[in-house]
């Protein structure tokens, strides 16, 4: 039997992860998160529900070498929803987006 030496791509891989297709791929789950972090959103005024929005990097990642998608909340009090009041919505909203809830 013939011995196959696996030799990673490094550039090739690096190349990848910071290629449209990953980028455009990171910005779909991340407006579906939004969609669903909308959904399970409290209400009390609508200013939190209303402030989900996603951003994109090519600077993500441990070594910012990544490309990556952020959903993020920038209602003045969107720490306190999240904590304080212990809705936790970005923290379940990426666990649904991971396929665990």
Not at 5 to 31: C, F, K, Q, V, W
Not at 35 to 42: E, K, M, N, V
Not at 46 to 64: L, P
Request: aromatic share 6%.
């Amino acid at each position: 039997m013939a011995k196959i030496r696996y030799r990673p791509d490094i550039r090739g891989t690096n190349a990848l992860m910071r290629s449209d297709g990953i980028r455009d791929h990171l910005r779909s789950l991340a407006e579906h998160g939004a969609d669903l972090a909308r959904a399970i959103a409290p209400v009390r005024t609508g200013d939190y529900k209303e402030h989900f929005r996603v951003e994109t990097s090519d600077s993500g990642g441990i070594r910012g070498d990544r490309a990556a998608a952020y959903l993020i909340n920038d209602s003045d009090h969107a720490a306190r929803v999240e904590w304080e009041d212990g809705y936790h919505v970005l923290a379940r909203v990426a666990g649904m987006i991971d396929g665990r809830a």
